[in-house]
């Protein structure tokens, strides 16, 4: 199962900023937060990563909280193009020996 | 630098009929996970391949079997399909296989069982 929940469904006004939260409440201390995204089936794109600092990179900003038990993707300026579902991922090795385990994800919809 | 690629983009099969799918794993990369997604849902882990050995496996039948080759590339075989096996299959590649090694997807092949 995976170790993260997040809102089925999400709305944003283009240009302005989409914040994508994510609860994993559960994290140990080597395992990362992971944000990828998929666009209408094609193979999920990366995002982001962080284990307890804030990053940002071109893409977007990851907020982890100082407890490490969620997080937030920021989009500073959602496009039209943004309009993905969003899928939050905590690395972990599980008994079948995989790392990423995904969820539903957020859907979020970016509106003119 | 060349990402991960997949072939072929879509199949059709008969139920019972045998597929083999191909991933090229990005320049480097000596890990990929598969991966099978049905429609609305995540990515479900079928197994991965590291160095040319299975690393983990998920919770999928024997039936689902596959190889990695020397230049790190991979194939996924399915035997004796069936109609839920209809899907999206992801090929992942890393660095390595741990938990810290960023997964980078290819486009997918999408598989329809008839």
């Known amino acids: 199962d995976a170790k993260t929940t997040q809102p089925p469904s999400m709305d944003c006004a283009e240009g302005r900023a989409a914040n994508l939260p994510c609860n994993h409440s559960?994290?140990?201390?080597?395992?990362?937060v992971y944000w990828y995204r998929q666009i209408h089936s094609q193979g999920p794109q990366y995002i982001i990563h962080?284990?307890?600092n804030n990053e940002t990179n071109e893409m977007a900003s990851l907020i982890i909280t100082e407890d490490r038990k969620s997080s937030t993707l920021i989009l500073p300026h959602a496009t039209l193009r943004d309009t993905a579902v969003y899928y939050c991922?905590?690395?972990?090795?599980?008994?079948?020996?995989?790392?990423?385990?995904f969820g539903p994800g957020t859907r979020l919809s970016v509106l003119p | 630098e060349t990402g991960v690629t997949q072939s072929p983009t879509h199949l059709i099969k008969t139920r019972g009929q045998q597929v083999t799918l191909r991933c090229s794993s990005q320049?480097?990369?000596?890990?990929v996970s598969w991966y099978q997604q049905a429609l609305g849902q995540g990515p479900q882990f079928i197994f991965q391949y590291y160095r040319e050995e299975e690393n983990g496996r998920g919770n999928f039948p024997p039936r689902f079997s596959g190889l990695q080759f020397p230049n790190y590339s991979s194939e996924l075989n399915v035997n004796a399909l069936e109609l839920d096996d209809s899907a999206l299959y992801l090929c992942?590649?890393?660095?390595?296989?741990?938990?810290?090694?960023?997964?980078?997807f290819g486009p997918g092949t999408r598989l329809t069982v008839l």
């Open positions: 962080g284990l307890k």
């Open positions: 320049s480097g990369h000596n890990t």
């Open positions: 559960t994290i140990s201390g080597n395992e990362y």
């Open positions: 992942a590649s890393s660095l390595g296989g741990g938990i810290t090694d960023t997964q980078y």
């Open positions: 991922i905590v690395s972990t090795r599980d008994n079948y020996g995989q790392n990423f385990v």
